[in-house]
C-alpha cells in the first residue's frame, strides 16, 4: 500500500512538470509531435530510474559518512551528466536498436533539473534504495504521462486558429498553465 | 583564525575523486566500448545540403549520409545537392558519379478547379485541407479533388506553389522536389514526376465515369481513349487513366482528343 500511494503521489498529485515545475524545458520542447514525446519519454524513465539508484549510493555511501551533504547537488550533478554519457556509449554498443530510438536524447537529459530533482527529493524524503528507485521510476512516469498528454494537446492546437497574438508559444504555455491547473485538482489526494 | 585544513581538502579530494573515476570510466568505455563510426560519413554529410528536406527518402541529410557509407545506398538521391553534390559524393565514396539524377518535379494531379468542380457544402472550418477533409469528406464535389485551403503552399519551403482558382499549381522552376506538399496533402494528389515529361492526366479521381461528370467539368471518365492511343504509355487503375513515365509519351492529339480535358501540357 505504501508503495502504490509513492506511485499515485509521483505520478499524479505531486507531478513533476505540472506541480512541481521540474523538466519544464524538455516539456515545451519535444512536445511538437507523438513519436519525439515518446522517445524523450523512454529515455527520461530509464535515466531518472538509474539516476536514483546511482546518487542514492553516492550519498549514502560517501556524502553522508563523511559530513558532506552540502556538497551534494554538485556532486549529483557530475555523476549523472557521467551516468548519461555512459549509457549512451554502452547503450550504443550493446543495445543499438534502443540507441536509435532513444539516443538523440540522451544527451539532451544529462543536465535535466527533473532528473536531479528526483535525486535530490529522495535524500531530503529519506527514502531507502528500493523506495528511491521506485520514487525516480515513478516521477519519470509521471513526467512522461504530462509531457504525452501536452504534446496531445498542442498536435491538436496545430490545427486550431487561435488569435494572432496567441500564435504558437503564448497558446502553448497557456495550455500548460491550464493543465497544470488541471493537476492541482488531485492535490489532497494523497497527503 | 586557525583553519581546519581536512574541511578544505576532504570536499575537494572527494569531488575530485568522483570526477575522476567518472572521467575514467567514460574514457575506459570509450576506449572499449565505442561503436567507431565510419569516417566518411562525416564527409559526406558535409557534401549533403544539410537541409534536411527528407527529399532522398531518409530522415535527413546524416541519415542520409550514413545509408551512402555503410549500406550502399544510391549517390544520385539528392535533388537540392545537384550534379556537384553527387561528384562530391562519389569523390568520397570513390566511385563513378554516373547519371545525374533525373530531376523531379511536384505536380498536383487536379484539374477541378472552381469554374470546372461543384462545391457540395459551404465549409467555414478552419483553413486547412486536412481539417477539411476530416470534416464530412470535405466541401468539394469531388472526393478526390483539390480542396484548394493551401495546406501543400505552406509547406512549401521554396514559396513554390500558388493556389490558382481554387486549386494548387506548383511553379515548376521553383520546386526542389523535396516532397514536403507531397505528404501536406491529405488527398496524395501531389506527385514527384520527371520534369522532362510534358503531357499528364491531371485527374484523381476513381469514381466512374458518370459520378465525375456530376462533380466536375474536368475529371477522367475512364473512356479509354487515351490507352489506346498512347501505345501503353496511358494505363488505367480502374476507372482512372495514369501516366506511365516510364515511358515516351509525347504525341499532342491526346490533349484534344481527352473527352474529360483532363490530359494536359503542363
Same mark, same amino acid.
Given at each position: 500500500m505504501e508503495y502504490v500511494i509513492l506511485i499515485v503521489s509521483a505520478v499524479l498529485v505531486n507531478n513533476f512538470v505540472l506541480s512541481r515545475f521540474l523538466g519544464i524545458c524538455p516539456f515545451l520542447g519535444v512536445s511538437r509531435r507523438i513519436p519525439t514525446a515518446m522517445g524523450?519519454?523512454?529515455?527520461?524513465?530509464?535515466?531518472?530510474?538509474?539516476?536514483? @539508484?546511482?546518487?542514492? @549510493? #553516492?550519498?549514502? *555511501?560517501?556524502?553522508?559518512?563523511?559530513? #558532506?551533504?552540502?556538497?551534494?547537488? *554538485?556532486?549529483?550533478? *557530475?555523476?549523472?551528466?557521467?551516468?548519461?554519457? #555512459?549509457?549512451?556509449?554502452?547503450?550504443?554498443?550493446f543495445v543499438p536498436p534502443l540507441h536509435a530510438a532513444l539516443g538523440i536524447f *540522451?544527451?539532451?537529459?544529462?543536465?535535466?533539473?527533473?532528473? #536531479?530533482?528526483?535525486?535530490?527529493?529522495?535524500?531530503?524524503?529519506g527514502y531507502g534504495f528500493f523506495k528511491s528507485v521506485l520514487f525516480g521510476f515513478s516521477a519519470a512516469l509521471g513526467f512522461a504521462f504530462a509531457l504525452l498528454i501536452f504534446t496531445g494537446l498542442r498536435e491538436r492546437i496545430e490545427l486550431a486558429d487561435p488569435p494572432q497574438c496567441f500564435k504558437g508559444v503564448a497558446i502553448s504555455l497557456i495550455t500548460a498553465g491550464l493543465l497544470s491547473l488541471a493537476f492541482m485538482g488531485f492535490s489532497g489526494l494523497v497527503k | 583564525?586557525?583553519?581546519?585544513?581536512?574541511?578544505?581538502?576532504?570536499?575537494?579530494?572527494?569531488?575530485?575523486?568522483?570526477?575522476?573515476?567518472?572521467?575514467?570510466?567514460?574514457?575506459?568505455?570509450?576506449?572499449?566500448?565505442?561503436?567507431?563510426?565510419d569516417p566518411r560519413v562525416q564527409k559526406l554529410t558535409e557534401c549533403l545540403p544539410g537541409a534536411n528536406c527528407g527529399g532522398c527518402g531518409f530522415a535527413g541529410c546524416a541519415d542520409y549520409a550514413r545509408a551512402i557509407a555503410l549500406d550502399g545506398a544510391e549517390i544520385n538521391l539528392c535533388a537540392p545537392a545537384g550534379g556537384a553534390g553527387v561528384a562530391a559524393i562519389a569523390a568520397v565514396m570513390g566511385r563513378e558519379a554516373g547519371a545525374d539524377p533525373e530531376r523531379k518535379v511536384a505536380l498536383v494531379l487536379c484539374c477541378g478547379d472552381s469554374t470546372e468542380a461543384v462545391r457540395r457544402a459551404h465549409y467555414n472550418g478552419i483553413a486547412d485541407c486536412a481539417a477539411a477533409h476530416a470534416t464530412a469528406g470535405g466541401d468539394k464535389g469531388c472526393t478526390y479533388g483539390c480542396l484548394g485551403y493551401a495546406s501543400c503552399a505552406r509547406a512549401c519551403p521554396e514559396?513554390?506553389?500558388? $493556389?490558382?482558382? =481554387?486549386?494548387?499549381?506548383?511553379?515548376?522552376?521553383?520546386?526542389?522536389?523535396?516532397?514536403h506538399c507531397v505528404s501536406a496533402c491529405p488527398r496524395k494528389l501531389i506527385k514527384l514526376v520527371p520534369a522532362s515529361a510534358e503531357i499528364h492526366v491531371l485527374c484523381s479521381s476513381k469514381?466512374?465515369?458518370?459520378?465525375?461528370?456530376?462533380v466536375c467539368g474536368t475529371g477522367c471518365i475512364g473512356c479509354r481513349i487515351c490507352?489506346?492511343?498512347?501505345?501503353?504509355?496511358?494505363? $488505367?487503375? =480502374?476507372?482512372?487513366?495514369?501516366?506511365?513515365?516510364?515511358?515516351?509519351?509525347?504525341?499532342?492529339?491526346?490533349?484534344?482528343?481527352?473527352?474529360?480535358?483532363?490530359?494536359?501540357k503542363v
Open positions: 524523450m519519454s523512454g529515455a527520461v524513465i530509464f535515466i531518472m530510474t538509474l539516476a536514483s @539508484a546511482v546518487t542514492w @549510493a #553516492l550519498q549514502r *555511501l560517501m556524502l553522508d559518512p563523511l559530513g #558532506l551533504g552540502y556538497l551534494q547537488t *554538485l556532486a549529483f550533478i *557530475l555523476t549523472i551528466a557521467a551516468l548519461v554519457q #555512459l549509457i549512451d556509449i554502452v547503450m550504443k554498443r *540522451l544527451p539532451l537529459i544529462t543536465t535535466n533539473c527533473a532528473v #536531479l530533482g528526483a535525486a535530490v527529493i529522495n535524500m531530503k524524503e | 583564525m586557525a583553519i581546519d585544513i581536512t574541511s578544505v581538502l576532504i570536499p575537494t579530494l572527494c569531488i575530485g575523486g568522483v570526477g575522476l573515476v567518472s572521467a575514467a570510466a567514460l574514457a575506459i568505455a570509450d576506449k572499449f566500448l565505442s561503436v567507431p563510426e514559396g513554390g506553389i500558388r $493556389m490558382v482558382n =481554387g486549386i494548387a499549381v506548383v511553379d515548376r522552376d521553383a520546386c526542389i522536389t523535396c516532397g469514381d466512374k465515369g458518370p459520378a465525375v461528370k456530376k490507352t489506346k492511343l498512347s501505345g501503353g504509355a496511358i494505363a $488505367m487503375d =480502374g476507372h482512372l487513366a495514369v501516366v506511365d513515365y516510364t515511358k515516351e509519351l509525347k504525341d499532342p492529339e491526346l490533349i484534344a482528343k481527352c473527352p474529360g480535358h483532363c490530359i494536359r
